[in-house]
């Protein structure tokens, strides 16, 4: 083995100094590398041979380095090594035995390539073999002689004739296996070495031989073949009598006299599709056969030719066992190179097949022609204009994969290169299949798919589109009617991206050549001119709209713009610097947006004033004009409802701004007034939009034909012939009502977008009248209300954004106010309209201001309205669905918000002691402070930042109104703290503005009492919580003031303390408390019935507070306080239960009723359970209640053993706990410290136990010593009276 690593190397280094690495340094190395490596192959070889002789080494191993060794060698080895190498090999290929298959196939190998440089010793070798009568040649040498033939096939020509006689000799001595496979091998690879020298003649080193000589030569064979191979049965001996007859086919189609014979065998051939089970070798043979044909340029039979198409075909259509990729290549090739030599047969044949048959067969048939299309032949080009007629007899064929085949045709046809115009119409299928797929346009601008097949169809046509050239010659003026007339119909938008950056680039290169190209098409002028182009303003009013959809990726708003920026010569010559500059600016607001993070609202804004800018410098009328008519007409075509239809009204409003033909704006704003149907909100939105951004530019004349048509409208009737009016009826009060409310958004629409200069001399009678005059139907709908209270806050907002009105005063303000309180007032609480309030504070923030009965009442009537909402249990009684209820619950919410915004505006205007007094003390539902304060401190947490940030404003109003009320000097940071930073206050400055205006337990006895009431309750709940934010002593005192039994508003209470973000500083609180009470009785012999009550109320409160507890963490830093206190007010418990009724503190609770349990001991205890199964692991609870540790504890008599049992259970977790600390040190960072910090706190749980043990025990035997000593006073006292002294 190591002689072998070392030969493989010298044969690497050999190869290597063998070739010259560059062509100049070829002489020097042939004066000097070459006689040193051909000596050095000598050896190689030589060394190698000798290995063969010795039987050394691994044989196969060695014939493949032998074998490398002779590809580079160019005859260095002498003929004596050459012939006893020849003789090795020989005598390994044909050994019967003792040699395997392996090393035959390598001395085989080592044969061929020996022939590279001593071909004619290695023939000679072969011929020998041949030669010998009666014995058929081995396997292996009739296989090293079809690899000669394969390899040197023009040197192999003067042996074909003896080579071919050879094998003619022992045909008859072969019947089948694999002696007849390696004939057939070689005959195959001879016959394919003869076309070889057929097409290479003039390189062929020896003297040329004649076709006829050669087709004679192989012609018997062939015939015998035919006669006696074809009706073989294996499957392998079919496949190679296949290669082999075509392979002879091929040569004898070179001479006409034996082309009969060869048509015959095709029809074999072409049979074989039915018989083998592999029929990519026929396909193999048939496409060998046919680029034979190809090559000697005879014609086809038609026959023949129908019968190469259908066999063909069956096979591409084939359902239950379709071809692969690679062999419908071949089958393709085959189709292509008939059409070469018949084009007519094969188009009419395809044609055929598309006009009848199944499914796969009109697919196989496009797959077909669209190879065919893709053929650069000449003859196949001159066929195209049939194919393509051909191909449009199925575009409408309802079958998914037809319509796929049909546009992957289309692909392989625009991908040729063609530029005749009849080849580039097919694009418009493309679109036509994309907008089939569709669907219909539905309310968005996007496209639903319908099926996985339909979306896979439109993403082919848009890579299909994606994928044009437009580069060719000519492609300007071809492509460019064809795609422009599809930018603007709805149904295309999906294909606007790839369509977008093909116009872009025929744009460009129409700008560069001016419109004039050389050597265009004859008649691409022609269909540039029957072409259905879009207009100007179509193509501005369609990108637009795109432009504003929206969609999951900026990209199509983003194509949109940049197609607006390529065609702006054709949409108007005045816009090219405008949008030079603008509509980068729109790409750069788009850049890194998504569908979530881009505003639409901004966006439309911004594409608004982009088209106010664009048409701005264009002074044509008739165009503007145009622009509006193109936006009305794409108006009709959209969905009802969608957003491009909105945003459509937008624009057409923008655009009838910009126009300057009066007349044409006029009837325009007329139209929309008269023929929208009110009904529809859609619609009637709609209008205002037109109307109200047409009144920027027009204020005057749009206000003056809203007023008139208004008029007409009260009266009704109207009627005017030179504008072509009509006497028009209301048919229904729903109608009216309907456009009512259209007609007073309009109004306030008109005043949000009129100019600023304008505005107040006509907002006063002609617009607020006119909304006011409107309001005054005699039956109200919920839209009519609406439109109200939102046409009232437009137009208020809009007066106040005119900056300084000066003097003015809006002189129907104080009817407007009275109009909307009598409504309030006369609405039951399920009919308030949200929004109403801010109407209310948008007109309370004009002049004249109210006066103090008209804020008052106003007050009144708004806080009645809020908190007259019906209870939970009201709604229960009344039967409203849940979501009914959540409905209220959501109006009563918004409508709370809306409160505190016009209290803080009312506030604001007048900070003084009497408009507090009004506020709060006149208000109806707020007679006292520590109502106003729970009523609006629940909106300081709410979820609406604004509700939050307007509580704490009108909060602070309050508590400076109150403290100037109360004459209190405030502090000048006190208010201003709570308005600029609500979230955190100055908690110092809080409780002491708090502790100045208001008594905590008047307060609090207010809240409590307010949770009577379940529309209160939250409110008063988050009183509390802020009362004891900054009051805590107080507030719990006040609460365990109300003793036991506690009601279920004081455990709620409780619980909501604890569930508090300071839930532990009140739970701290309490068991100071528990110490103190226990502290105080030290000098008493038993505690009374005061100190009993006490101490039972803070225990109760303590359970309610542990349970709500959001985290433990802190709750077992308490331990060593809790527990200690608890166990020893157990141990008092259990001493007094030993005395007699009479005596007990505690028996005299249970019989007044304030205390449930019978033994009171118990409450103590369930506080304990409670607190240690919130601090300890499950598993250390079920064990003392496996070890009767709480029965223990209730057991007068093993009350010490229960005690003792639960220290032991905690000095048992705290050495569980250390060992956890010392197991995880090494693996971890802060949980040996979490641990000892919990074992530390454990360990002071069981030190302060230990240590009041005594004093617990000491406590319970003096109880019972008391018991007994009475007990026996009883008995002596009841033996004298029986005079039983002696017995004493």
């Not at 440089?117 to 041949?130: I, N, T, W």
């Not at 100055?986 to 008594?999: Q, R, V």
């Not at 007990?1144 to 609770?1149: A, F």
């Amino acid at each position: 083995m190591r002689k072998m690593r070392a030969l493989r190397a010298l044969c690497r280094c050999v190869r290597s100094q063998s070739r010259p690495a560059h062509p100049e340094d070829e002489g020097r190395a042939k004066g000097t590398a070459v006689p040193a490596a051909v000596t050095t192959f000598a050896a190689v070889g030589t060394s190698l041979l000798k290995q063969l002789q010795d039987h050394e080494g691994d044989r196969v191993e060695t014939y493949r380095e032998l074998e490398s060794v002779l590809q580079g060698d160019d005859g260095c080895l002498t003929s004596g090594v050459v012939n006893r190498l020849i003789a090795e090999v020989s005598s390994d290929m044909r050994a019967a035995q003792g040699v395997t298959d392996d090393v035959k196939t390598a001395a085989s190998d080592v044969l061929v390539a020996l022939a590279r440089s001593h071909f004619h010793f290695v023939m000679s070798e072969l011929q020998s073999h041949l030669k010998v009568m009666g014995k058929v040649p081995d396997e292996t040498v009739l296989l090293t002689l079809g690899k000669m033939a394969c390899s040197y096939a023009l040197w192999c020509i003067p042996f074909v004739g003896m080579t071919l006689l050879a094998l003619r000799t022992m045909l008859s001595r072969v019947g089948s296996g694999r002696i007849l496979r390696a004939i057939c091998s070689v005959l195959e690879q001879w016959s394919k070495g003869v076309n070889t020298y057929f097409c290479n003649r003039e390189q062929c080193p020896f003297p040329r031989n004649g076709k006829a000589q050669l087709c004679e030569d192989i012609y018997p064979v062939f015939r015998y073949a035919v006669v006696n191979w074809l009706g073989c049965e294996e499957e392998e001996d079919k496949q190679a009598v296949l290669g082999a007859v075509a392979a002879m086919m091929g040569v004898l189609l070179h001479e006409e006299q034996h082309r009969e014979h060869a048509w015959e065998q095709l029809l074999w051939l072409l049979h074989q599709y039915q018989e083998v089970r592999d029929t990519s070798r026929v396909t193999k043979s048939l496409i060998y056969v046919l680029e034979t044909l190809e090559g000697v340029q005879t014609p086809i039979p038609q026959g023949m030719a129908v019968a190469i198409s259908t066999a063909v075909h069956r096979q591409l259509s084939e359902v239950t066992k379709e071809p692969g990729p690679a062999h419908k290549a071949v089958l393709s090739r085959c189709i292509i190179l008939q059409a070469h030599m018949c084009p007519e047969e094969t188009v009419m044949f395809l044609h055929s097949q598309l006009s009848g048959g199944s499914e796969a067969g009109r697919v196989a048939a496009l797959g077909l022609l669209g190879a065919l299309a893709h053929s650069d032949a000449p003859a196949t080009r001159e066929k195209l204009p049939q194919v393509v007629e051909a191909v449009r007899s199925v575009c409408n064929d309802p079958s998914a994969p037809v319509r796929r085949a049909v546009l992957e045709f289309i692909r392989e046809l625009l991908s040729s290169g063609s530029q005749s115009c009849w080849a580039w119409d097919v694009v418009g299928h493309i679109f036509n299949e994309f907008s089939r797929t569709s669907g219909r346009l539905v309310a968005g601008g996007l496209f639903a798919w319908e099926t996985p097949e339909e979306g896979a169809l439109q993403a082919l046509c848009v890579d299909i589109l994606g994928s044009l050239d437009v580069s060719l010659r000519g492609m300007a003026k071809l492509l460019w009617p064809r795609l422009l007339q599809y930018v603007v119909p709805a149904q295309y938008s999906g294909m606007l991206i790839p369509l977008s950056r093909c116009l872009q680039a025929l744009a460009e290169r129409r700008e560069r050549a001016g419109c004039e190209e050389e050597e265009e098409e004859p008649d691409a002028v022609d269909s540039q001119e029957q072409a259905q182009l879009p207009t100007p303003q179509a193509l501005l009013a369609r990108l637009l709209v795109v432009a504003a959809a929206p969609h999951k990726s900026g990209e199509r708003a983003v194509t949109a713009l940049q197609l607006l920026q390529a065609l702006h010569g054709r949409i108007h010559r005045a816009l090219g610097a405008a949008w030079a500059t603008e509509i980068p600016l729109l790409l750069q607001y788009l850049e890194g947006k998504t569908e979530i993070s881009l505003d639409s609202a901004e966006w439309e804004h911004r594409l608004l004033k982009f088209l106010q800018a664009s048409l701005e410098p264009i002074e044509d009328k008739a165009w503007t004009v145009g622009l509006s008519q193109e936006l009305s007409q794409q108006l009709g075509s959209s969905a009802p409802g969608s957003w491009e239809k909105l945003f459509l009204y937008k624009a057409l409003g923008t655009a009838l701004a910009a126009c300057q033909d009066l007349r044409h704006v006029q009837e325009q704003v007329l139209r929309f007034l008269q023929e929208t149907n009110p009904v529809e909100l859609s619609e009637a939105q709609g209008m205002i939009f037109v109307v109200s951004h047409a009144a920027k530019s027009h204020f005057h004349l749009v206000l003056d034909t809203v007023t008139m048509f208004t008029a007409a409208f009260t009266r009704d009737w109207f009627y005017q012939t030179s504008m072509g009016w009509k006497i028009q009826r209301r048919q229904n009060t729903g109608r009216a009502q309907a456009t009512c409310a259209a007609l007073m958004r309009t109004y306030s629409g008109i005043a949000l977008r009129a100019p600023k200069e304008q505005l107040l001399t006509c907002v006063d009678k002609e617009i607020m009248g006119n909304i006011l005059r409107l309001s005054r139907a005699k039956q109200r709908d919920l839209q009519l209300k609406l439109a109200l209270v939102q046409s009232i806050t437009e137009v208020s907002s809009a007066i106040r954004a005119v900056g300084d009105c000066g003097s003015f005063e809006l002189s129907l303000k104080q009817e407007a106010t009275r109009t909307l309180l009598d409504w309030i007032k006369g609405e039951p609480w399920d009919s308030l309209v949200y929004g109403v309030f801010q109407a209310l504070e948008e007109l309370s923030k004009l002049r004249p201001p109210l006066s103090r009965e008209e804020s008052r009442n106003l007050l009144s009537v708004c806080c009645q309205s809020v908190l007259s909402y019906p209870s939970k249990g009201r709604m229960n009684k009344g039967r409203k669905t849940v979501r009914a209820a959540v409905n209220v619950q959501l109006l009563h919410r918004r409508g709370m918000e809306d409160l505190g915004h016009l209290i803080e505006s009312l506030l604001e205007a007048e900070a003084t002691s009497a408009c507090f007094d009004d506020v709060v003390h006149r208000g109806h539902p707020c007679k006292q402070f520590g109502s106003l304060v729970g009523l609006l401190g629940t909106l300081t947490s709410g979820c609406l930042a604004a509700s939050c940030q307007r509580a704490w404003v009108c909060l602070g109003y309050l508590l400076q109104m109150q403290a100037k009320t109360m004459k209190v000097v405030p502090q000048a940071d006190e208010i201003r703290c709570l308005c600029e930073e609500p979230n955190s206050p100055d908690t110092k400055t809080l409780a002491d503005s708090c502790a100045t205006i208001a008594k905590v337990p008047k307060i609090l006895n207010t809240l409590y009492s307010s949770m009577q009431q379940s529309t209160h309750r939250p409110f008063s709940l988050h009183a509390v919580f802020l009362l004891t934010r900054f009051h805590r002593e107080p507030v719990i005192s006040s609460l365990l003031q109300k003793g036991l039994p506690m009601d279920s508003d004081t455990v709620e209470l409780w619980r909501s303390l604890g569930r508090s973000i300071f839930g532990i500083q009140v739970l701290r609180c309490l068991v100071e408390k528990l110490n103190r009470a226990g502290n105080n009785r030290l000098g008493c012999k038993r505690p009374n019935r005061q100190t009993a009550l006490e101490t039972l109320t803070i225990t109760r409160a303590i359970s309610e507070v542990v349970l709500a507890l959001r985290s433990t963490e802190e709750l077992k830093q308490l331990l060593p306080h809790l527990l200690p206190s608890l166990l020893r007010w157990v141990s008092e418990t259990l001493g007094e239960e030993r005395l007699l009724s009479p005596v007990s503190s505690w028996r005299r609770l249970f019989l007044e009723g304030r205390v449930l349990e019978e033994k009171p001991c118990r409450l103590f205890l369930l506080a304990l359970e409670l607190v240690l199964g919130r601090c300890m692991a499950d598993k250390w609870m079920r064990l003392l209640m496996n070890r009767a540790v709480w029965a223990r504890l209730e057991d007068p008599l093993a009350h010490p053993e229960g005690v003792c049992l639960l220290t032991r259970n905690l000095c048992m977790e705290v050495e569980l706990v250390e060992l956890s600390s010392m197991s995880t040190a090494g693996s971890a960072t802060q949980g040996p410290a979490k641990w000892r910090d919990e074992a530390t706190e454990i360990a002071r749980t069981v030190f302060s136990l230990t240590c009041h043990l005594a004093g617990a025990l000491v406590s319970l035997w003096r109880h019972l010593l008391s018991t007994c000593i009475f007990a026996v006073y009883v008995l002596l006292v009841s033996a004298v009276d029986r005079g039983e002294k002696g017995d004493v």
